[in-house]
């Protein structure tokens, strides 16, 4: 078994308030979650233009780990409305 995490950490364009912070990350992690990952708000939940996602994923092939976490890192990169400043990945297999 594989498993792989991701931890994005992101800046929000013109937003002034917790609740449009909320309005935006919704629905990306949504969104993520349709690659079959589970996703969530996971840092930075007071500040209103910072926050950090974070993505994981289990498989049986390592191969499989990485496409679906790059896929899920092109998702939110591409998003205009926000720009993603680090991504922390990390893959752990049988041999860890």
Same mark, same amino acid.
């Given at each position: 078994?594989?498993?792989?995490?991701?931890?994005?950490? @992101?800046?929000?364009?013109?937003?002034?308030?917790?609740? =449009?912070?909320?309005?935006?990350?919704?629905?990306? *992690? /949504?969104?993520?979650?349709?690659?079959?990952?589970?996703?969530?708000?996971?840092?930075?939940?007071?500040?209103?233009?910072?926050?950090?996602?974070?993505?994981? @994923?289990?498989?049986?092939?390592?191969?499989?780990?990485? =496409?679906?976490?790059?896929?899920?890192?092109?998702? *939110? /990169?591409?998003?205009?409305?926000i720009q993603l400043l680090a991504v922390r990945r990390r893959i752990f297999g049988p041999e860890d």
């Amino acid at each position: 078994m594989y498993l792989g995490a991701l931890e994005l950490d @992101i800046l929000l364009g013109d937003v002034r308030s917790l609740k =449009e912070k909320r309005s935006v990350i919704k629905p990306i *992690v /949504a969104e993520l979650k349709r690659f079959g990952v589970s996703a969530a708000e996971t840092g930075e939940q007071d500040r209103y233009r910072r926050t950090m996602v974070g993505v994981a @994923i289990a498989s049986s092939g390592a191969t499989h780990v990485h =496409e679906v976490l790059d896929n899920c890192e092109r998702l *939110v /990169a591409r998003r205009p409305e926000i720009q993603l400043l680090a991504v922390r990945r990390r893959i752990f297999g049988p041999e860890d």
